[in-house]
């Protein structure tokens, strides 16, 4: 396994951000420990895969996680406005960083990720390989 912390800027997409610095830097399998920060634009999936939300007001990232496989990520994201509510899904392009953003991921040098569709769910779904 191997750490990787860096932080985003403003105007950056948070998602396209977090790929492009996968791919820079070879990360073909990773989790996400750790996102913090605040974003202007909003672009969240809605469960059920059905239905985007956006919005351009401000709110802080008080969660994000999900998974990395080989340039392709399933993100899910939590966000709390200035009224302290909270709102979350998948997370999607066009999400854009207000001030900063702070990414800490953990590289499975172990294992491949790949996503494959599931005949059973519909939905491209994680393939695990353990390689070592």
Do not use: P, W
């Not at 790929?19 to 920060?37: D, F, H, M, W």
Request: aromatic share 6%; net charge negative.
């Amino acid at each position: 396994m191997k750490e990787h912390a860096f932080r985003l800027t403003c105007n950056a997409d948070l998602k396209e951000s977090i790929l492009k610095y996968c791919e820079v830097n070879e990360v073909k399998a990773a989790i996400v420990l750790c996102g913090i920060g605040s974003v202007k634009e909003v672009c969240i999936r809605k469960a059920k895969a059905e239905t985007i939300f956006r919005d351009q007001n401000e709110y802080e990232i008080i969660a994000l996680q999900g998974t990395i496989a080989n340039g392709k990520a399933h993100l899910h994201i939590a966000l709390t406005d200035d009224k302290m509510r909270t709102i979350g899904g998948h997370l999607m392009v066009d999400t854009i960083i207000n001030t900063t953003a702070e990414i800490v991921l953990m590289e499975l040098q172990e294992y491949e990720f790949e996503r494959e569709i599931d005949d059973k769910t519909g939905y491209t779904e994680l393939i695990t390989k353990r390689i070592n």
